[in-house]
């Protein structure tokens, strides 16, 4: 059998299910889903066949929603036009593949732009219902820095939502524009080291995380600004036996709340990572931030203790954890829900794992 495949087969017994609730249909990024929004359709008997193809042909209209049949794309994607979604058929089996270590892109090419599964530069990009693999250390076993997303600089106001992002090294998800802005609910992550690690600030809910290495599972850069933070909620944390949670190379701030730790979380609370190369390191402004609160594990960890509440910081200007984690700059799930309201209405056509937001 593929060893994509398995890897999917796997993934889902660790996966979780749609959202089960409605909220208002509001804009989708910073204009609503109306008459200047074009459907695209990609699919083995559609006009796009890839789904590069219909990017690059998505120029037409303000904002663009590019619907991909089920199939695996043997693809790399590359996307710099704003306000775009790609949404999948199903999580399960709208695979978009390739395989390529970051080392070697680097041999040949002056930068990242091309090293992952999907390459982002450009803002308001939403992609649900896929699973986004990265398959080189799955095939090779070397599992150095491998992106399946990677986000660069103009990379801003990103959702994932019901997606599968798995790489077979580090750095699986890497948002890296330092005063982005990231969603991301009801998603699988997987790699080795530091695999999901955004730069700004990014809100992470309802999703599970497997560790395959005992190394760091997310990762922090929040060094530009005091307020830039990485919230994890309802989330759950699994791994190989004595994997560990956290770390950072710079300022960092990180939240953790109401999610669950399996047995195999090693004792090593969050940290800071120094450099051999004194050059490389910064001053830490800010000091030590690692939040937690109402988190369940099975291990007796006295720095796992709750040290905030939320309730202190959902106030009537922030009535949402969303609200407060973005300071009312964007509101990632109403522009779900538009999205959801769009293809309801436009894609009657098509069977699709239909998608709803929380609250």
């Given at each position: 059998?593929?060893?994509v ?8 017994l660790?996966s ?6 409605l909220?208002a249909s ?12 074009e459907l ?14 219909a990017?690059?042909?998505?120029s037409?209209a303000?904002q ?8 695996i ?6 996307i710099t ?6 949404v999948?058929?199903?999580?399960k ?6 395989s390529?270590?970051?080392s070697?892109w ?12 999907v390459?982002i530069n450009?803002?308001d ?20 820095h491998q ?5 660069f600089?103009l ?12 790489a077979?090294g580090a750095d699986t ?5 330092k ?16 695999f ?8 992470i809910e309802n999703?599970t ?10 990762w922090?850069?929040?060094e ?27 300022d960092?701030q ?15 609370p969050?940290?800071?990572?120094r450099?051999n190369?004194?050059n490389k ?9 690692y939040?937690?609160?109402n ?5 007796d ?9 939320t ?6 200007e922030?009535?949402?954890l969303?609200?407060?984690?973005f ?12 999205l959801?309201?769009?293809l309801?209405?436009?894609?009657k ?11």
């Open positions: 059998m593929n060893k495949i398995v890897t999917v087969t796997y993934l889902l660790f979780i299910g749609l959202f089960s609730s909220v509001t804009p989708y990024g910073s204009e609503p889903l109306s008459g200047d929004t695209l359709i990609v699919g083995k008997n559609q006009a796009y066949q890839s789904i590069q193809s990017i690059d042909d998505s037409k303000l663009t929603v590019i619907f991909i049949e089920d199939g794309y043997n693809e790399r994607i590359f036009r704003n306000k775009i979604a790609l999948g058929q199903s999580a089996n709208t695979i978009i593949k390739t390529v270590l970051r070697t680097r041999e040949t090419h002056p930068s990242d732009w091309g090293a992952a599964t390459n450009a803002s990009v939403t992609l649900v219902n896929l699973s986004i693999i990265n398959e080189y250390g799955l095939v090779t076993g070397d599992h150095e992106f399946a997303v990677r986000g600089e990379s801003d106001r990103i959702i994932t939502h019901n997606c599968n992002v798995i077979g998800l890497s948002l890296w524009n005063h982005g802005q990231y969603y991301h609910s009801h998603c699988y992550f997987e790699g080795h080291v530091d999901v690690c955004p730069r700004g600030t990014a809100l999703s995380f497997y560790n395959q290495k005992q190394a760091a599972t997310i922090h850069d929040g530009l600004a005091p307020n830039y933070k990485l919230v994890v909620s309802d989330s759950k944390f699994d791994g190989i036996p004595g994997f560990w949670l956290a770390r950072h190379h710079y960092a990180f939240y953790l709340l109401n999610s669950t730790f399996s047995k195999n979380m090693a004792d090593k969050i940290f800071r990572k450099y190369n004194k390191e910064r001053a830490n402004l800010y000091g030590q931030r939040f937690f609160e988190n369940t594990s099975d291990n960890y006295p720095w796992l203790e709750s040290n905030f509440r309730s202190d910081v959902l106030t009537e922030h009535p949402t969303a609200s407060w984690v300071n009312n700059k964007w509101q990632p799930k109403q522009s779900l829900e538009s959801s309201d769009y309801k209405q436009h894609l056509s098509h069977e699709f794992d239909k998608f709803k937001v929380n609250q």
